[in-house]
């Protein structure tokens, strides 16, 4: 065997022993564990960000810790191993890939991806399982950004997309027309600030699509927004620390941070 699986399978055993002789491992469940995993891939994501490689290998190992607890729960309830883990994912990686694997032929990564589609509405079928649509299966858990990023992705795969970003950016413009007429709306009624909500929606998904037209990622894009924000305020927290600061003193301070940046 070879000496990543055999250290695979030990791993396996001290999580299992964990789960024996542990008193906060042995009361957790499928349930419990939801918020550490997603807080374990976004930790991972924030070393791929920072470009911290060593501590990325750290964020794998928690993220592999994950994956066999629950596995680990699994067997337990005897639903499946972590042995049927790697084989699904092996089979189906195969199963998707004819164009690695079976000689088919897939020259670019648009057909790639028509074909993963096709496979993927095959392998419900056979699973006697509903049709979905292609932007149906996106998860909703996503976070909002990752979401319609990916859902606009996906459209464009079968050509719902503007050919250029210039078209994409005047959806923004269109959609900030849109906000600002309903600001500017006397009536304040449940109805209206309904609308505003929507139409603030439409405005953010109509950025994300300008973003994904320049390949930028959006969650980072606001994510560094953020960073920055918080970097920028710090001082003028300081200065709060000392002594109360109206808000043109506030933004006096904050103007002389970014032009220090710059």
Same mark, same amino acid.
């Given at each position: 065997?070879?000496?990543t699986g055999q250290k695979f399978e030990r791993f396996i055993e001290v999580v299992k022993v964990l789960r024996r002789r542990c008193p906060w491992d042995r009361i957790q469940t499928f349930e419990s564990l939801k918020p550490y995993l997603v807080e374990e891939v976004y930790e991972a994501i924030q070393a791929i960000n920072d470009k911290k490689y060593k501590k990325l290998a750290g964020e794998l190992g928690d993220m592999l810790l994950h994956i066999v607890m629950l596995s680990?729960?699994?067997e337990e309830k005897k639903l499946f191993k972590a042995e049927d883990v790697i084989d699904s994912i092996s089979a189906k990686m195969i199963r998707r890939h004819p164009h690695v694997f079976a000689g088919? @032929?897939?020259k670019t990564k648009e057909k790639v991806w028509y074909?993963?589609?096709?496979i993927k509405q095959a392998e419900a079928k056979e699973r006697g399982e509903k049709h979905k649509g292609i932007l149906e299966t996106i998860p909703y858990a996503l976070p909002a950004l990752y979401r319609a990023d990916k859902v606009q992705k996906r459209?464009?795969?079968v050509g719902f997309d503007w050919d250029k970003v210039a078209g994409a950016w005047d959806k923004v413009h269109e959609?900030?027309?849109e906000v600002h007429e309903l600001l500017g709306t006397e009536s304040r009624k449940l109805k209206v600030e309904s609308r505003i909500k929507e139409e603030i929606g439409d405005l953010l998904f109509a950025i994300v699509n300008v973003a994904r037209k320049l390949e930028i990622d959006a969650e980072d894009a606001l994510q560094l927004a953020n960073? @920055?924000?918080?970097?920028?305020?710090?001082k003028i927290e300081k200065k709060l620390q000392k002594k109360k600061l109206s808000l043109p003193e506030m933004d006096a301070i904050w103007e002389k941070v970014k032009a220090a940046e710059k």
């Open positions: 065997m070879p000496k680990v729960f699994a088919k @032929k897939a074909r993963w589609e096709q459209a464009a795969r959609e900030l027309e960073t @920055k924000f918080i970097r920028r305020f710090s």
